[in-house]
């Protein structure tokens, strides 16, 4: 029996901004969100980029991510200059 995992997703907007904030720091953001179909976790393969609509690869449904919310990977740049 597959367990339940409960992801979190967050207000769009809320999410956007936080987002920006990053890329303005040099970090790199992924879009995540839930399919709306399966509940599949599914990441955006571009970085810094956000979709308001999101298709699902396993289940081919499109999930409407600005009303259901979303989340993000940050990935840090590890190269730093030493001051
Ligand atoms: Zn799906």
């Known amino acids: 029996m597959p367990k339940e995992v409960k992801y979190n997703d ?6 956007l901004e936080q987002a920006k904030q990053v890329i303005s720091e040099g970090g790199l953001v992924y879009q995540k969100f839930t399919c709306s179909g399966c509940g599949n976790r599914l990441t955006v393969d571009s970085p ?4 308001t609509l999101g298709t699902c690869d396993n289940c081919s449904v499109t999930t409407d991510i600005k009303e259901k919310g979303c989340n993000y990977m940050v990935v840090l740049h590890a190269t730093r200059t030493k001051p």
């Open 48 to 51: 810094n980029t956000f979709f």
């Open 10 to 15: 967050y207000p769009w907007d809320s999410v």
